[in-house]
C-alpha cells in the first residue's frame, strides 16, 4: 500500500511510469535502485495484533504491552522517529498522546494529520495500517503554565500515563533566553509536576544533550554543578520586563558555555535533579543526532542542523567553505539507534526503584567513545557514496568545499567564494527578472557557521558506561529488535544511503529527477573545470607580471 501511495506520487509529477523511471536511472554505470537502496522495497507484510502475539516477544516489547505513553516534542525530528518505532514494534501499547500546540491556523488535529504524511511513516503505514487509532493529540503549549493542559486532559494524563517520553526544547541556539528558559527549564519542571500526578508511572525520560556541560573537556553520566540556581535564573528572567536588557545580558550569563541552548539545558538537567525527587526519572543524553542508519528507511531526516546541512549545502554546490577543525572527532548517532536508545532506558529506568537519596539514571549516547569518525573523514565517505550517484536537480554548482579552522583564512574565503560571487549572481537575476536569493543564504549560511564554530572546533571526551551496560544486559531478541550498539554501526553502511536520503527526505528531490540531474553534474564539473583553469591562467599572469616589475 505504501509503495503504491509512493508511485501514485511519482506520476503527479512525471509523466513517465515508475518502471521507465527505473529503467534510466539504474544503469551499468549506477546499477543501484534509490528506492531498494533506501528500504521503501522491503516493507514486512501486514500483521493483526492477534497475530503478532504468536511471534517471540521480547522483555522490552512485553514491558510496553498495555501500556498509555504521553510524548512531549513528538513534532519534532526524534519525536516522529519516537511515536513510529514504538508504534511500530511494541503494537501492543495501549496509546499514545501527544502534546501539540496550535500553530500557524492549524488546529492540534490538523498538526497531528500533517505529522504522518512524512514519509518516515510509509512502512508503520504498511505493516500497522491500524496504528493510527491509538494515538490522540492534546492540546498545550511545553512553554506555558501547566503544559497549557486543559484540567480534563490533565486529569485523563494523570490517571492513564505509564510512561512519559519528555522531548520537547528549542534547540536554536541563538533563541532569546526568555523563550529558552520558559520552553527548556519551565517546561521541564511543567513536565515533572505533571508527573507526581500520576498514578500508574513507570518511568518519566527527560532527553537532555550530550552537550548540556560542554564546559567540561570530559563529560560522564553524572551530574555537574549547574552555571547558576535555577531558581535565581528563572526569577531574573520572568520578572524581567524589557526583552532588549535581558538580551544584553544574555552574553555575561551564559558566559562558558557557547549559547542559550546548553545553558538552558544545563539548568534543567539541575531542576530535574532536585524537584524530580522519588519519581523513576532518567536522563537521556545524545550529542549530534542525525538521519536513520537503518529503520524505518535508510537516511530519513528532516532539518539542515550540523554537519547533515553542510552536506546538503556542499551537494547543491552552494557551501564551499566552513569554519572547522575537520581533524576533530565528531560525535554523530544516527536517530532510529538514539530512539532505540531511548526506548529502552525507559525500560531500564522502570526497575530502577527511586529513593530520595537516589539520583536519576543519567545515558550519555555517543559515538565518539566506541566508534570515532572525524569530520574529514565523515564528509570523504559520504562523498565516495553520495557524487556523482545522487546529485540533486537543484545544484547550483559542481562539489567544491575548503573547510578551514582558521579564523582569518575563513574570513577571506568565505569573501572569495560566497560573499562576491553571491552578490555577482544576484544582480544578474535582478537584470533578468528573476528573484535574488544567494546573498541572503549566505548571509544565514555565516550566521550558523559562528553559531556552530564552537562545536566544529572542539573535542570532548564523552562516557558512556551506563549505556554500554544497558546493551550487555538486553537479551538477543532485544538487540535485533531495538539495535543501538554503536561499537558496531558502520559508517560506510550509513554513508551508502546518506545521500539519496537527503535527497529524497530532506530536499524533496523524487527519483523522476535523477537522471536529468547527473546529466546537469557532468555539466557543472565541466564548468568547473573551465573555471579553475582560468583562474589558474589569470594567477599565473598576474603572478608573472609582479615578477616582471620587481625586476625592471
Given at each position: 500500500?505504501?509503495?503504491?501511495?509512493?508511485?501514485?506520487?511519482?506520476?503527479?509529477?512525471?509523466?513517465?511510469?515508475?518502471?521507465?523511471?527505473?529503467?534510466?536511472?539504474?544503469?551499468?554505470?549506477?546499477?543501484?535502485?534509490?528506492?531498494?537502496?533506501?528500504?521503501?522495497?522491503s516493507f514486512d507484510n501486514p500483521l493483526t495484533l492477534e497475530?503478532?502475539?504468536?511471534?517471540?516477544?521480547?522483555?522490552?516489547?512485553?514491558?510496553?504491552?498495555?501500556?498509555?505513553?504521553?510524548?512531549?516534542?513528538?513534532?519534532?525530528?526524534?519525536?516522529?522517529?519516537?511515536?513510529?518505532?514504538?508504534?511500530?514494534?511494541?503494537?501492543?501499547?495501549?496509546?499514545?498522546?501527544?502534546?501539540?500546540?496550535?500553530?500557524?491556523?492549524?488546529?492540534?488535529?490538523?498538526?497531528?494529520?500533517?505529522?504522518?504524511?512524512?514519509?518516515?511513516?510509509?512502512?508503520?503505514?504498511?505493516?500497522?495500517?491500524?496504528?493510527?487509532?491509538?494515538?490522540?493529540?492534546?492540546?498545550?503549549?511545553?512553554?506555558l503554565p501547566g503544559l497549557g493542559i486543559s484540567p480534563r486532559d490533565r486529569q485523563t494524563l494523570a490517571e492513564n500515563v505509564n510512561i512519559v517520553f519528555h522531548a520537547a526544547a528549542t534547540i536554536r541556539f541563538d533563541e532569546h533566553i526568555r523563550t529558552a528558559i520558559n520552553i527548556n527549564v519551565l517546561g521541564t519542571r511543567e513536565i515533572i509536576n505533571l508527573a507526581k500526578e500520576m498514578t500508574k508511572l513507570k518511568a518519566c525520560m527527560y532527553v537532555s544533550t550530550a552537550y548540556a556541560n560542554c564546559v567540561h573537556s570530559k563529560i560522564e553520566e553524572k551530574f555537574y554543578e549547574a552555571p547558576y540556581n535555577y531558581n535565581g535564573v528563572i526569577s531574573l528572567v520572568t520578572s524581567a520586563n524589557n526583552d532588549k536588557k535581558l538580551e544584553d545580558i544574555t552574553p555575561s550569563l551564559t558566559a562558558g558555555w557557547p549559547n542559550t541552548y546548553t545553558f538552558t539545558k544545563a539548568l534543567a538537567e539541575d531542576l530535574a535533579k532536585h524537584e524530580a525527587v522519588g519519581l523513576p526519572l532518567g536522563i537521556f543524553r545524545p550529542s549530534v543526532v542525525i538521519s536513520t542508519y537503518n529503520e524505518p528507511v535508510r537516511g530519513w531526516i528532516d532539518n539542515v542542523y550540523g554537519p547533515i546541512?553542510?552536506?546538503?549545502?556542499?551537494?547543491?554546490?552552494?557551501?564551499?567553505?566552513?569554519?572547522?577543525?575537520?581533524?576533530?572527532?565528531?560525535?554523530?548517532?544516527?536517530?532510529?539507534?538514539?530512539?532505540?536508545?531511548?526506548?529502552?532506558?525507559?525500560?531500564?529506568?522502570?526497575?530502577?526503584?527511586?529513593?530520595?537519596?537516589?539520583?536519576?539514571?543519567?545515558?550519555?549516547?555517543?559515538?565518539?567513545?566506541?566508534?570515532?569518525?572525524?569530520?574529514e573523514n565523515f564528509f570523504a565517505v559520504i562523498k565516495?557514496?553520495?557524487?556523482?550517484?545522487?546529485?540533486?536537480?537543484?545544484?547550483?554548482?559542481?562539489?567544491?568545499?575548503?573547510?578551514?579552522?582558521?579564523?582569518?583564512?575563513?574570513?577571506?574565503?568565505?569573501?572569495?567564494?560566497?560573499?562576491?560571487?553571491?552578490?555577482?549572481?544576484?544582480?544578474?537575476?535582478?537584470?533578468?527578472?528573476?528573484?535574488?536569493?544567494?546573498?541572503?543564504?549566505?548571509?544565514?549560511?555565516?550566521?550558523?557557521?559562528?553559531?556552530?564554530?564552537?562545536?566544529?572546533?572542539?573535542?570532548?571526551?564523552?562516557?558512556?558506561?551506563?549505556?554500554?551496560?544497558?546493551?550487555?544486559?538486553?537479551s538477543e531478541l532485544d538487540k535485533k529488535i531495538f539495535f543501538f550498539d554503536i561499537k558496531e554501526m558502520s559508517w560506510d553502511y550509513y554513508a551508502r544511503a546518506c545521500a539519496i536520503g537527503l535527497r529524497l527526505y530532506l530536499v524533496k528531490d523524487d527519483i523522476h529527477t535523477i537522471k536529468n540531474a547527473r546529466i546537469k553534474w557532468e555539466k557543472l564539473r565541466k564548468a568547473h573545470l573551465i573555471l579553475k583553469t582560468i583562474m589558474a591562467i589569470v594567477f599565473i599572469r598576474i603572478c608573472w607580471l609582479i615578477v616582471t616589475m620587481c625586476f625592471n
Amino acid at each position: 500500500m505504501a509503495l503504491d501511495l509512493h508511485r501514485k506520487n511519482e506520476f503527479k509529477k512525471s509523466k513517465k511510469s515508475y518502471d521507465e523511471i527505473i529503467k534510466e536511472i539504474v544503469t551499468d554505470d549506477f546499477p543501484l535502485n534509490p528506492l531498494q537502496l533506501v528500504g521503501e522495497l522491503s516493507f514486512d507484510n501486514p500483521l493483526t495484533l492477534e497475530e503478532t502475539d504468536k511471534l517471540p516477544r521480547s522483555d522490552v516489547q512485553e514491558f510496553y504491552r498495555d501500556t498509555s505513553i504521553f510524548i512531549t516534542g513528538g513534532t519534532g525530528f526524534m519525536g516522529k522517529m519516537l511515536i513510529e518505532k514504538l508504534s511500530r514494534s511494541c503494537p501492543h501499547l495501549k496509546h499514545i498522546y501527544l502534546l501539540i500546540r496550535n500553530k500557524k491556523g492549524k488546529d492540534v488535529n490538523e498538526r497531528i494529520d500533517a505529522i504522518f504524511d512524512d514519509r518516515l511513516f510509509m512502512r508503520l503505514k504498511h505493516e500497522r495500517p491500524k496504528f493510527y487509532h491509538k494515538i490522540s493529540a492534546i492540546a498545550g503549549d511545553a512553554s506555558l503554565p501547566g503544559l497549557g493542559i486543559s484540567p480534563r486532559d490533565r486529569q485523563t494524563l494523570a490517571e492513564n500515563v505509564n510512561i512519559v517520553f519528555h522531548a520537547a526544547a528549542t534547540i536554536r541556539f541563538d533563541e532569546h533566553i526568555r523563550t529558552a528558559i520558559n520552553i527548556n527549564v519551565l517546561g521541564t519542571r511543567e513536565i515533572i509536576n505533571l508527573a507526581k500526578e500520576m498514578t500508574k508511572l513507570k518511568a518519566c525520560m527527560y532527553v537532555s544533550t550530550a552537550y548540556a556541560n560542554c564546559v567540561h573537556s570530559k563529560i560522564e553520566e553524572k551530574f555537574y554543578e549547574a552555571p547558576y540556581n535555577y531558581n535565581g535564573v528563572i526569577s531574573l528572567v520572568t520578572s524581567a520586563n524589557n526583552d532588549k536588557k535581558l538580551e544584553d545580558i544574555t552574553p555575561s550569563l551564559t558566559a562558558g558555555w557557547p549559547n542559550t541552548y546548553t545553558f538552558t539545558k544545563a539548568l534543567a538537567e539541575d531542576l530535574a535533579k532536585h524537584e524530580a525527587v522519588g519519581l523513576p526519572l532518567g536522563i537521556f543524553r545524545p550529542s549530534v543526532v542525525i538521519s536513520t542508519y537503518n529503520e524505518p528507511v535508510r537516511g530519513w531526516i528532516d532539518n539542515v542542523y550540523g554537519p547533515i546541512g553542510m552536506i546538503v549545502g556542499v551537494g547543491a554546490g552552494v557551501l564551499h567553505t566552513h569554519h572547522c577543525d575537520v581533524t576533530k572527532v565528531v560525535d554523530l548517532v544516527p536517530v532510529d539507534l538514539v530512539v532505540n536508545a531511548l526506548i529502552c532506558s525507559a525500560y531500564k529506568v522502570s526497575k530502577t526503584t527511586p529513593t530520595i537519596e537516589s539520583n536519576p539514571p543519567i545515558f550519555n549516547y555517543v559515538s565518539s567513545k566506541q566508534n570515532p569518525i572525524s569530520l574529514e573523514n565523515f564528509f570523504a565517505v559520504i562523498k565516495k557514496y553520495g557524487l556523482p550517484n545522487w546529485p540533486t536537480i537543484n545544484a547550483v554548482w559542481y562539489y567544491s568545499f575548503m573547510p578551514t579552522n582558521n579564523p582569518y583564512l575563513y574570513s577571506l574565503l568565505f569573501l572569495l567564494f560566497h560573499t562576491i560571487p553571491g552578490y555577482f549572481l544576484d544582480f544578474l537575476c535582478q537584470i533578468t527578472g528573476r528573484k535574488p536569493m544567494l546573498t541572503n543564504i549566505y548571509k544565514k549560511m555565516k550566521k550558523a557557521n559562528a553559531a556552530l564554530s564552537f562545536f566544529a572546533n572542539n573535542q570532548w571526551e564523552f562516557i558512556d558506561n551506563n549505556t554500554s551496560t544497558l546493551w550487555k544486559e538486553m537479551s538477543e531478541l532485544d538487540k535485533k529488535i531495538f539495535f543501538f550498539d554503536i561499537k558496531e554501526m558502520s559508517w560506510d553502511y550509513y554513508a551508502r544511503a546518506c545521500a539519496i536520503g537527503l535527497r529524497l527526505y530532506l530536499v524533496k528531490d523524487d527519483i523522476h529527477t535523477i537522471k536529468n540531474a547527473r546529466i546537469k553534474w557532468e555539466k557543472l564539473r565541466k564548468a568547473h573545470l573551465i573555471l579553475k583553469t582560468i583562474m589558474a591562467i589569470v594567477f599565473i599572469r598576474i603572478c608573472w607580471l609582479i615578477v616582471t616589475m620587481c625586476f625592471n
